[in-house]
């Protein structure tokens, strides 16, 4: 029996979760990892490629047996129709920043609209006070810019949530096909996860 | 047929088409269309709307009037846990629902069905710091199976059938339905009640999957020291039957958690006893001796594995549970059978080879001989000195035969009435084993009783717990419900005494308990009772309590400082249980 025992050290961890749209369900999920003290280094919900189901993204870093055991406890929700757990290599993801510089900055300082365009940066407002610049990409990229950006008078800076895409999903039409196909009492059987329950968990 | 006398033969046919009431008469509809027979009550402003309705179903349903909101869950839970329904609990906004925490913890830590329908303000008033407003629905995320907040009436009859459905199906939990007093007031078309049966979201049972049945087969039939863990899956699986012929068939001692006690009698030949902290010395010893352990609708505690690093290294591990999320949750499975044990105990009888374990079983027994001499002989049978806990559950067995519910509290007393009391029958231990809710028996006796008119309903309970909800002696003199109140005074908050005896260096912080006169107190809610302290008079005492006509209290003085054995100590493995 495959065990992860042997590598249990804490990495990046992408959870996504497909729900139904329930008021409080976001709750329900948030305390399951505040119960167990972990932190939500990022959590974005959103719809999914499926009407009126909604799909949370969540980041954390912890290893994976803690993992597991959590996207077990999220699937145990009642609303919740499927959890998944991945790590960065298995996904394609982006997080979008903004910055906020005085324009005057930009103007003087020819060096800032190059270091701009090496980090891929676009200017989404100009005002005479204060330009926005945004940018997409990976958490590195978007904070090599605030680095970059600071000696210059950075006003203000956010960065959205992680969204990201698992790059062997099939998508979930499917999946709630099955869900919704299956009559009471005749469940079917994915079971699957008994297979590679080191892998995907589902129900 | 002409059209009026059409109409007549609809209206006839189906009177519950489409009527317009309040959705506070809906709630009543609802719940008797769920078989609702009785409900654990409190009123209060936010939910007199409901009550009003409830004033024109009095002779359908039977409300009973607690004394506390904690006390009408617990006895919600118990009503459930001997009767097998679902509990049904009212409660107000405010004080009244957060009253019902505990009790909803206990329920979900104890996977215990029970609906709760607590009345909360107008709609418009949400968010406004209202009279008696808490953000109930929040509070009770943590501690519900699921919960819902009803704000127009339309949504009554679906999320009733939806908090049943889920309460009871699955691994079963508790529910919570909030209910804003304008949906109470409002008045709708009711269209009649739909059980719930699917939400495509909630998965409560698995189809099994026969290849891991038959894995775990393999191992069973080629084990030579098997053991069996059972807990309240059995009961709640109802499939007693289906775990006995398991257990007659391949011939495995089998021992049990708190919460399993009683899915297979006692005194069966298989049944080797009780697992844990205070379990017995057989069971925790051979845990790590066993080469195949077969856990069935068990959760691994750790108040019965111990160590977890140090539990059942050495053995292949069967686990069948309904709840995914048990399986490798503590303890690394080998083979997962996942499903409804009712459906998965059956097919492995039918692939495990009929077996008998003489020499395996006999180990058990010779530890058992030593637990008799170390611990035992002494608890149930003292010659001298003030009388022990023990001898009490000992005597009482004698008189019930093994037939009584048996409600405990949480503490020593608990620990010795599951390590002695004898139970012929499943749903006869209701105690709080999770959450270990101390003032949980009083009111949960009640509600047992209810569940089981039938039945006796002896409470079990120390000193100090019997003065944490005693409050609901009013519900029993109010409803003249049979409950014997056995309590156990040892004049001390005992199992924390216990562990500060060994290892606190007997510093006794805080759990010498004073109590008033319990009989004089059950006189004034006119319950009959008598105190004793003298061994000759305990076997009468006892009898008399069972004889009477109604409630009656006992109260047994016990000695002081006596101690729980055998004990795993915090931190230890199984194996380094102690006798002494």
Same mark, same amino acid.
């Given at each position: 029996?495959?065990?992860?025992?042997?590598?249990?050290?804490?990495?990046?961890?992408?959870?996504?979760?497909?729900?139904?749209?329930?008021?409080?369900?976001?709750?329900?999920?948030?305390?399951?990892?505040?119960?167990?003290?972990?932190?939500?280094?990022?959590?974005?919900?959103?719809?999914?490629?499926?009407?009126?189901?909604?799909?949370?993204?969540?980041?954390?870093?912890?290893?994976?047996?803690?993992?597991?055991?959590?996207?077990?406890?999220?699937?145990?929700?009642?609303?919740?129709?499927?959890?998944?757990?991945?790590?960065?290599?298995?996904?394609?993801?982006?997080?979008?920043?903004?910055?906020?510089?005085? #324009?005057?900055?930009?103007?003087?300082?020819?060096?800032?609209?190059?270091?701009?365009?090496?980090?891929?940066?676009?200017?989404?407002?100009?005002?005479?006070?204060?330009?926005?610049?945004?940018?997409?990409?990976?958490?590195?990229?978007?904070?090599?810019?605030?680095?970059?950006?600071?000696?210059?008078?950075?006003?203000?800076?956010?960065?959205?949530?992680?969204?990201?895409?698992?790059?062997?999903?099939?998508?979930?039409?499917?999946?709630?096909?099955?869900?919704?196909?299956?009559?009471?009492?005749?469940?079917?059987?994915?079971?699957?996860?008994?297979?590679?329950?080191?892998?995907?968990?589902?129900? | 047929?002409?059209?009026?006398?059409?109409?007549?033969?609809?209206?006839?046919?189906?009177?519950?088409? *489409?009527?317009?009431? #309040?959705?506070?008469?809906?709630?009543?509809?609802?719940?008797?269309?769920?078989?609702?027979?009785?409900?654990?009550?409190?009123?209060?402003?936010?939910?007199?709307?409901?009550?009003?309705?409830?004033?024109?179903?009095?002779?359908?349903?039977?409300?009973?009037?607690?004394?506390?909101?904690?006390?009408?869950?617990?006895?919600?839970?118990?009503?459930?846990?001997?009767?097998?329904?679902?509990?049904?609990?009212?409660?107000?906004?405010?004080? !009244?629902?957060?009253?019902?925490?505990?009790?909803?913890?206990?329920?979900?830590?104890?996977?215990?069905?029970?609906?709760?329908?607590?009345?909360?303000?107008? *709609?418009?008033?949400?968010?406004?710091?209202?009279?008696?407003?808490?953000?109930?629905?929040?509070?009770?995320?943590?501690?519900?199976?699921?919960?819902?907040?009803?704000?127009?009436?339309?949504?009554?009859?679906?999320?009733? *059938?939806?908090?049943?459905?889920?309460?009871?199906?699955?691994?079963?939990?508790?529910?919570?339905?909030?209910?804003?007093?304008?949906?109470?007031?409002?008045?709708?078309?009711?269209?009649?009640?739909?059980?719930?049966?699917?939400?495509?979201?909630?998965?409560?049972?698995?189809?099994?999957?026969?290849?891991?049945?038959?894995?775990?087969?393999?191992?069973?039939?080629?084990?030579?020291?098997?053991?069996?863990?059972?807990?309240? !899956?059995?009961?709640?699986?109802?499939?007693?039957?289906?775990?006995?012929?398991?257990?007659?068939?391949?011939?495995?001692?089998?021992?049990?958690?708190?919460?399993?006690?009683?899915?297979?009698?006692?005194?069966?030949?298989?049944?080797?006893?009780?697992?844990?902290?205070?379990?017995?010395?057989?069971?925790?010893?051979?845990?790590?001796?066993?080469?195949?352990?077969?856990?069935?609708?068990?959760?691994?505690?750790?108040?019965?594995?111990?160590?977890?690093?140090?539990?059942?290294?050495?053995?292949?591990?069967?686990?069948?549970?309904?709840?995914?999320?048990?399986?490798?949750?503590?303890?690394?499975?080998?083979?997962?059978?996942?499903?409804?044990?009712?459906?998965?105990?059956?097919?492995?009888?039918?692939?495990?080879?009929?077996?008998?374990?003489?020499?395996?079983?006999?180990?058990?027994?010779?530890?058992?001989?030593?637990?008799?001499?170390?611990?035992?002989?002494?608890?149930?049978?003292?010659?001298?000195?003030?009388? #022990?806990?023990?001898?009490?559950?000992?005597?009482?067995?004698?008189?019930?035969?093994?037939?009584?519910?048996?409600?405990?509290?949480?503490?020593?007393?608990?620990?010795?009435?599951?390590?002695?009391?004898?139970?012929?029958?499943?749903?006869?231990?209701?105690?709080?084993?999770?959450?270990?809710?101390?003032?949980?028996?009083?009111?949960?006796?009640?509600?047992?009783?209810?569940?089981?008119?039938?039945?006796?309903?002896?409470?079990?309970?120390?000193?100090?717990?019997?003065?944490?909800?005693?409050?609901?002696?009013?519900?029993?003199?109010?409803?003249?419900?049979?409950?014997?109140?056995?309590?156990?005074?040892?004049?001390?908050?005992?199992?924390?005494?216990?562990?500060?005896?060994?290892?606190?260096?007997?510093?006794?912080?805080?759990?010498?308990?004073?109590?008033?006169?319990?009989?004089?107190?059950?006189?004034?809610?006119?319950?009959?009772?008598?105190?004793?302290?003298?061994?000759?008079?305990?076997?009468?005492?006892?009898?008399?309590?069972?004889?009477?006509?109604?409630?009656?209290?006992?109260?047994?003085?016990?000695?002081?400082?006596?101690?729980?054995?055998?004990?795993?100590?915090?931190?230890?493995?199984?194996?380094?249980?102690?006798?002494?």
């Amino acid at each position: 029996m495959e065990t992860n025992h042997k590598h249990p050290e804490k990495k990046e961890f992408n959870i996504t979760v497909y729900t139904e749209n329930q008021i409080g369900l976001l709750n329900r999920i948030a305390i399951i990892f505040t119960r167990r003290k972990i932190n939500i280094d990022s959590l974005n919900t959103s719809p999914s490629e499926i009407e009126g189901i909604h799909r949370f993204n969540i980041v954390i870093d912890e290893t994976e047996d803690v993992v597991r055991k959590l996207a077990r406890q999220i699937e145990k929700q009642v609303e919740v129709l499927k959890v998944y757990y991945n790590t960065n290599d298995d996904i394609i993801w982006q997080e979008m920043a903004l910055y906020k510089v005085p #324009t005057e900055a930009i103007a003087e300082k020819a060096s800032v609209e190059r270091l701009l365009r090496e980090h891929g940066a676009r200017a989404v407002v100009i005002r005479k006070d204060y330009t926005v610049f945004e940018t997409t990409g990976h958490r590195e990229e978007t904070d090599t810019l605030i680095e970059v950006l600071q000696p210059y008078g950075l006003i203000e800076f956010v960065r959205s949530a992680r969204v990201a895409i698992i790059k062997d999903s099939e998508g979930f039409n499917q999946k709630l096909r099955e869900f919704e196909q299956r009559e009471p009492g005749e469940e079917v059987i994915e079971n699957e996860y008994l297979n590679k329950r080191d892998k995907v968990f589902t129900m | 047929m002409n059209t009026l006398e059409l109409q007549k033969e609809e209206a006839s046919t189906q009177p519950e088409q *489409a009527q317009t009431m #309040t959705g506070s008469q809906a709630v009543i509809e609802c719940l008797l269309a769920e078989g609702t027979d009785t409900i654990f009550g409190y009123p209060g402003g936010a939910i007199m709307p409901i009550y009003d309705a409830l004033y024109d179903y009095r002779d359908k349903v039977n409300h009973i009037l607690v004394r506390h909101e904690q006390g009408g869950i617990h006895a919600g839970q118990g009503y459930a846990r001997t009767s097998g329904k679902v509990g049904v609990v009212f409660a107000t906004s405010g004080p !009244g629902a957060t009253n019902l925490v505990t009790g909803l913890a206990d329920a979900q830590i104890d996977s215990t069905p029970v609906v709760c329908i607590t009345g909360q303000v107008f *709609a418009h008033l949400l968010g406004t710091d209202a009279f008696q407003e808490t953000d109930v629905i929040n509070i009770t995320t943590p501690v519900t199976k699921w919960n819902y907040q009803v704000t127009d009436a339309c949504e009554i009859p679906e999320a009733i *059938a939806k908090a049943f459905y889920i309460a009871r199906s699955g691994r079963p939990g508790p529910v919570l339905i909030d209910i804003t007093k304008n949906a109470q007031v409002q008045k709708f078309n009711y269209k009649g009640y739909t059980p719930c049966n699917h939400i495509r979201s909630y998965r409560p049972k698995p189809n099994v999957r026969e290849e891991y049945i038959e894995r775990a087969a393999e191992l069973i039939n080629a084990a030579k020291k098997p053991f069996v863990l059972f807990g309240q !899956g059995v009961i709640l699986g109802g499939a007693e039957a289906e775990f006995k012929a398991f257990v007659e068939k391949s011939g495995i001692p089998s021992a049990w958690t708190v919460l399993g006690a009683g899915a297979l009698p006692t005194g069966h030949p298989l049944n080797v006893g009780m697992l844990g902290m205070h379990g017995n010395y057989g069971p925790n010893v051979l845990t790590n001796e066993c080469d195949v352990l077969i856990a069935v609708g068990m959760r691994f505690d750790d108040r019965v594995t111990g160590r977890l690093d140090k539990y059942a290294r050495q053995a292949q591990v069967i686990h069948l549970d309904i709840d995914p999320a048990e399986i490798d949750k503590n303890v690394q499975t080998t083979v997962p059978v996942w499903g409804d044990c009712k459906e998965t105990l059956p097919l492995l009888t039918r692939l495990v080879e009929k077996k008998e374990h003489p020499e395996w079983l006999q180990k058990f027994r010779d530890y058992e001989q030593q637990e008799i001499e170390a611990v035992i002989r002494k608890e149930l049978h003292p010659q001298t000195g003030e009388m #022990t806990m023990g001898e009490v559950i000992d005597k009482l067995n004698k008189l019930t035969k093994g037939d009584a519910v048996i409600v405990t509290d949480v503490g020593q007393h608990q620990m010795v009435a599951c390590r002695y009391a004898k139970f012929n029958q499943t749903r006869s231990n209701v105690t709080s084993g999770g959450l270990g809710t101390m003032g949980f028996a009083l009111p949960a006796a009640i509600g047992a009783k209810f569940g089981a008119p039938n039945r006796t309903v002896v409470a079990v309970i120390g000193d100090g717990g019997f003065q944490m909800t005693l409050q609901e002696l009013g519900t029993i003199m109010q409803t003249g419900i049979d409950v014997k109140i056995l309590i156990l005074n040892n004049h001390f908050l005992g199992m924390v005494r216990q562990w500060q005896e060994l290892f606190n260096d007997r510093r006794y912080s805080f759990v010498d308990i004073e109590s008033p006169d319990f009989v004089a107190l059950a006189k004034a809610y006119k319950i009959d009772g008598n105190s004793i302290s003298d061994r000759k008079d305990l076997e009468a005492a006892l009898q008399t309590m069972l004889n009477h006509q109604g409630s009656y209290l006992l109260e047994v003085t016990v000695t002081k400082e006596n101690n729980v054995f055998p004990m795993v100590p915090q931190g230890c493995s199984v194996s380094e249980i102690r006798l002494k």
